[in-house]
């Protein structure tokens, strides 16, 4: 396949699709940096829209300096900008996340969904290894977690129909962050008056799986389903 | 937001190269990536002391480097741990061969960013330990949340650790000092107002006219509980019982006495509180021997205050005497 | 209002007591009348530098008695002259037999008030002096008003005149330095919050989100304009314009330029627009020898700042480096 | 005439008619001390009220514990505690005109009407001897002249009638500083903005001479203008 073409119609995506996710995510991110910023002061410490605006803008940054001859090349561009020119909690543990994604799918030219779901889950693994959060702490792993499952049991249905999943379960996720009491971060000062508020980190997350699983649906058109 | 600053972006920066400018003779300041180092190069044979965090908790770290105190501080952005390429960077160029201890405020941020940046400098071959300083009281501690805050106390142990890395001490010695000053120290803090972050454009929380924020953090967080406000004495009691509760600290013991002012508090409030804090102490039998009163720890134009207290054994006590020269400690040269 | 007080009546009072034992080892501090000595009694043979003023304005004046720099102070209500009572008894405490000089800024009531001291402690038979600063060049001089206040430049003219009392330099000699550095000091301010004065309960002015009073002094009075707010730089450049004109500071000249804090706003920012004044100076030709950068000389808790310029020559610069140790300068000791 | 016994309705002040005088004017003072406040904040540093209210205040428990044997000695307790006590501009400049009121009296029991009109123009002159403020200098020396002058030319017509006139002419000077451009104390620091403003100083001048007036027009009842 010649480099630049799309193949994600056939439920595999490439190099240039892991680079146009990250781009669209950076443009999210950026529409959404005061949302997030609004969210981490209600409980943290208003910079999360920030963090993640200046690590992805940075990240897409680093792609086109040296755009990535694989998808694991480009998932790993992506975490080493966020792991050293971030800073903050987001940084490190996206970083991370995105590290294991790419150490998982290292040897694929393509991903399928199989890639795909062991990718999401190795960024999970990563996740929890640096940050040590269990499910129901309230953090960015209430949306990862249920994600990643969602992931995995629509594995069959191929990639558009497996990130459509993810997505809807983070954002389940998500929004099941509200009435929690933080454990872990910043949040977690707080304590009881923690509850009440959606995680930041969370709801970035389900930004993230939203922007693939759009992706993935244009490039599928309405054949998500059966690829 | 009403701030002296020309661009939210920009506000680390020019503030550096400030900082730059005015202290010249102490301080040498990189930009790329930020750090702050001693003027005139790592001391050889001796170990370095390095901390960080992020930017807004001026004077905190950037200040306290110099003679007898930090080596290197790394302001992130701010309230923004900072990126392990700076503490990387400022790591190295302080490592005098003898080691490097990483003086880290308990964050989650500052913790695995301090963290990646140590496995970086240890593959080139720097020794680095690293001490999380968890002095704050309002925070519960446990084993299944991210655990107690450093604030207060972090300013301590930075003048006591670096007089003990001045005087020779090996990396060993430093960091179970370091430790040591942390089992003994405790903080809490409150706010009258929140602070703006910069690039937020609004103040984090609202208070209301009448209403003080009470076990707060040092990043405009809101805290445990939101009360009316009290007379400074009631206020002084809310930070003090705790904190005396928590070591605890006795009838007899030595102490050091921080008072400290959230960034926007005038000093004629915080000697004012300064007063009863010390009051209720000698009340309750503990001989404050040591004492500092001012904004040290900050948290940007936050009107507030934080009570720090420091069980203080005859090593610690040396050792905070010891000279100390640095743009905001500054005695004994 | 917010703040951490007790009772408006007494916040003056109550800080003092927390100055006395927050700073035991340098200061005696008395409350009937107001007013801060050093320990240890008056220095025989030598002349005593004596200041005073409202309170509101921390560390000025109290936090600038000690080694090097004041002998007294007499710290009044909050923004309130003290009384000749208070400036006479600090004048007879320090008196060592060579003379005391009296720092006044330049306002109706601190000139009267001191004047009056002065005469009765003439009368009891100590030889005493009055320099009257008077550096803010938002006020226009003239033989018809007022005159220009009293700022930023106090600061510089005690230690400065302190060293110079220190050394032993007499009565005629301390007093003729101290006029010449006021005649070679400017200075001035700007709020971008106004203060609150606790008996007065409410702030003084009321600015705008995007306000800014240019030209204010250290009262809450309110300045000579109100404008919208800049960026930084542009503050800045309001600020040393019309300092630099009026000496006027030329290409060559030698200065130490301070960036004084109202108290209200945290370094951050203070160090971000002292790299603006610095640079500005450099682009002229002025060389900046010495530095001051903090919250020095406050108005309660304003967010501001001012712009002060000292032309330095040897004699001052070396009186400026001379050890000083007090609360809120110390080096060399 | 006996101590404690009253003789203004003969035209003649005695101790005690000063001495009410002072401790009305301070409990005037008490009442009005955020009026002053607000004046003085609007283009001063917002004490007046509070400086005023605290030295009259001294000056009334300076009378008590050590009750006065003549007019002038009243007047003296009250200079000397608002010189040495006070503070501010108002405390010497306040201090100074009783001081040089009490020395033009020194030597009377009782005060008729031209010792009143000396007493009260020694006070100004003691005023601009230390304060060097002229007419329209927007300051408390607007209402004090105009006083002066109008007692002077009432002093044929008995205290009462004097003291009335006295007080109609301060506030009608006070009202007059309003459009002023201050050249003296705090308010010359504004320039051309402290145009719009009443004085806080000529309004505590104008207060005490309405206390001198109604006191006076009390203790003559209705043939003021005939002692
Ligand atoms: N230990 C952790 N494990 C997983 N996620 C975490 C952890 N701590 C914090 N987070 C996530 O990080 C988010 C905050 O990120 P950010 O505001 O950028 O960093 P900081 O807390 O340092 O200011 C939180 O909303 C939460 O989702
Ligand atoms: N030079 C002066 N001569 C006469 N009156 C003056 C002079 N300067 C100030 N005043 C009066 O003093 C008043 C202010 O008094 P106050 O607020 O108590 O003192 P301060 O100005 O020291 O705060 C002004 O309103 C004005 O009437
Ligand atoms: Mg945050
Ligand atoms: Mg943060
Ligand atoms: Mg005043
Ligand atoms: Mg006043």
């Known amino acids: 396949m010649a480099p630049g073409e799309s193949d994600t119609a056939g439920g595999m995506?490439?190099?240039?699709?892991?680079?146009?996710?990250?781009?669209?995510?950076?443009?999210?991110?950026?529409?959404?940096?005061?949302?997030?910023?609004?969210?981490?002061?209600?409980?943290?410490?208003?910079?999360?829209?920030?963090?993640?605006?200046?690590?992805?803008?940075?990240?897409?940054?680093?792609?086109?300096?040296?755009?990535?001859?694989?998808?694991?090349?480009?998932?790993?561009?992506?975490?080493?900008?966020?792991i050293r020119k971030v800073g903050g909690a987001a940084g490190p543990l996206y970083g991370t996340a995105f590290l294991r994604a790419s150490t998982a799918v290292q040897d694929r030219e393509?991903?399928?969904?199989?890639?795909?779901?062991?990718?999401?889950?190795?960024?999970?693994?990563?996740?929890?290894?640096?940050g040590k959060a269990e499910v129901g702490d309230k953090t960015m792993v209430d949306?990862?977690?249920?994600?990643?499952?969602?992931?995995?049991?629509?594995?069959?249905?191929?990639?558009?129909?497996?990130?459509?999943?993810?997505?809807?379960?983070?954002?389940?996720?998500?929004?099941?962050?509200?009435?929690?009491?933080?454990?872990?971060?910043?949040?977690?000062?707080?304590?009881?008056?923690?509850?009440?508020?959606?995680?930041?980190?969370?709801?970035?997350?389900?930004?993230?799986?939203?922007?693939?699983?759009?992706?993935?649906?244009?490039?599928?058109?309405?054949d998500a389903g059966t690829a | 937001m009403k701030k002296i600053i020309n661009d939210p972006e920009?506000?680390?920066?020019?503030?550096?190269?400030?900082?730059?400018?005015?202290?010249?003779?102490?301080?040498?300041?990189?930009?790329?990536?930020?750090?702050?180092?001693?003027?005139?190069?790592?001391?050889e044979g001796k170990v370095a002391v390095v901390s960080g965090g992020g930017a807004g908790h001026e004077p905190l770290h950037g200040g306290f480097v110099g003679y007898g105190m930090l080596h290197a501080a790394c302001p992130g952005a701010v309230f923004t741990s900072p990126t392990p390429d700076q503490v990387e960077a400022a790591t190295k160029a302080v490592d005098g061969g003898a080691g490097v201890l990483?003086?880290?405020?308990?964050?989650?941020?500052?913790?695995?960013?301090?963290?990646?940046?140590?496995?970086?400098?240890?593959?080139?071959?720097?020794?680095?330990?690293?001490?999380?300083?968890?002095?704050?009281?309002?925070?519960?501690?446990?084993?299944?949340?991210?655990?107690?805050?450093?604030?207060g106390g972090t300013v301590?142990?930075?003048?006591?650790?670096?007089?003990?890395?001045?005087?020779?001490?090996?990396?060993?010695?430093?960091?179970?000092?370091?430790?040591?000053?942390?089992?003994?120290?405790?903080?809490?803090?409150?706010?009258?107002?929140?602070?703006?972050?910069?690039?937020a454009g609004k103040p984090t929380f609202e208070l209301g006219e009448d209403e003080v924020e009470v076990g707060i953090g040092i990043h405009g967080e809101p805290g445990r509980e939101r009360l009316p406000i009290e007379p400074a004495d009631a206020l002084v009691d809310r930070l003090l019982n705790p904190v005396l509760e928590d070591l605890p600290f006795e009838s007899g013991s030595q102490v050091l006495l921080f008072v400290n002012g959230m960034g926007g508090t005038p000093l004629i409030e915080l000697y004012l509180a300064y007063a009863r804090a010390e009051e209720v102490l000698r009340e309750r039998g503990i001989s404050v021997q040591r004492r500092l009163v001012g904004n040290y720890i900050t948290s940007l134009e936050m009107q507030g205050m934080s009570v720090t207290l420091l069980r203080l054994d005859d090593e610690m006590t040396e050792l905070w005497d010891a000279p100390v020269h640095t743009p905001a400690l500054r005695w004994g040269r």
């Open chain 1, 13 to 82: 995506a490439t190099t240039d699709d892991v680079v146009e996710a990250v781009v669209r995510y950076a443009a999210v991110v950026s529409s959404h940096r005061q949302e997030l910023i609004d969210l981490d002061a209600a409980i943290g410490d208003a910079d999360h829209g920030e963090n993640m605006n200046r690590g992805m803008t940075a990240a897409v940054q680093a792609l086109e300096a040296d755009p990535p001859g694989s998808p694991a090349e480009a998932l790993k561009t992506v975490a080493t900008t966020l």
């Open chain 1, 110 to 130: 393509t991903l399928g969904p199989d890639d795909v779901v062991t990718g999401l889950r190795a960024a999970l693994e990563g996740l929890v290894s640096r």
């Open chain 1, 143 to 222: 949306a990862w977690s249920p994600a990643v499952d969602a992931a995995a049991a629509a594995a069959g249905d191929g990639v558009a129909a497996l990130v459509a999943a993810a997505a809807d379960a983070a954002e389940e996720g998500m929004r099941a962050t509200t009435p929690l009491v933080a454990r872990k971060g910043r949040a977690s000062y707080l304590g009881e008056r923690s509850a009440g508020h959606q995680d930041p980190g969370a709801t970035s997350t389900a930004l993230l799986l939203r922007v693939l699983a759009d992706l993935a649906s244009e490039r599928c058109g309405s």
């Open chain 2, 10 to 43: 920009n506000v680390v920066e020019e503030s550096l190269r400030g900082m730059a400018m005015a202290h010249a003779d102490l301080l040498e300041v990189h930009l790329d990536p930020h750090y702050i180092v001693r003027a005139g190069g790592p001391d």
């Open chain 2, 102 to 151: 990483h003086i880290v405020k308990n964050y989650t941020g500052d913790v695995l960013n301090f963290e990646t940046a140590a496995e970086l400098a240890a593959a080139e071959g720097s020794q680095v330990e690293a001490v999380v300083i968890n002095d704050d009281v309002a925070v519960k501690d446990s084993l299944y949340t991210a655990g107690r805050r450093g604030v």
């Open chain 2, 156 to 199: 301590l142990a930075e003048k006591i650790v670096g007089a003990a890395a001045e005087r020779g001490d090996d990396l060993a010695s430093v960091t179970s000092l370091c430790e040591r000053v942390n089992a003994n120290v405790r903080s809490m803090g409150l706010a009258l107002t929140s602070c703006t972050v910069p690039h």
